[in-house]
Nanobody
Framework: QVRLQESGGGLVQPGGSLRLSCAAF????????MAWYRQAPGKERETVAT???????IYADSVKGRFTISRNNAQNTMYLQMDRLKLEDTAVYFC???????????WGLGTRVTVSS
């Protein structure tokens, strides 16, 4: 079992920056990849960025060049550096971890990011 806890959300002005953190607890050795998702009000949940154990990354087109996903495997923590934030980045951001062998995904409870002037 893996438990995930996000932090770092808040209110920021357009053009500003935030860094989200996701701490993983439990059977972290079983994690094969991690990702950030977000869900904006009235919209479906979408993938923001994914990072594998090897460090390979994939980004949604809407955040490429502005967001950076990273991991500190020694500390079982994942980050999302968000720069040049836009109004449309407002959403609840969720951290996920995948166990490929069990075909199982674990989710955090989310952290809210509000971009507003």
């Amino acid at each position: 079992q893996v438990r995930l806890q996000e932090s770092g959300g808040g209110l920021v002005q357009p053009g500003g920056s935030l860094r989200l953190s996701c701490a993983a607890f439990g059977s972290t050795f079983s994690i094969t990849s991690m990702a950030w998702y977000r869900q904006a009000p009235g919209k479906e949940r979408e993938t923001v960025a994914t990072i594998t154990n090897g460090g390979s990354t994939i980004y949604a087109d809407s955040v490429k060049g502005r967001f950076t996903i990273s991991r500190n495997n020694a500390q079982n923590t994942m980050y999302l550096q968000m720069d040049r934030l836009k109004l449309e980045d407002t959403a609840v951001y969720f951290c996920t971890a995948r166990n490929e062998a069990l075909d199982r995904d674990y989710w955090g409870l989310g952290t809210r990011v509000t971009v507003s002037s």
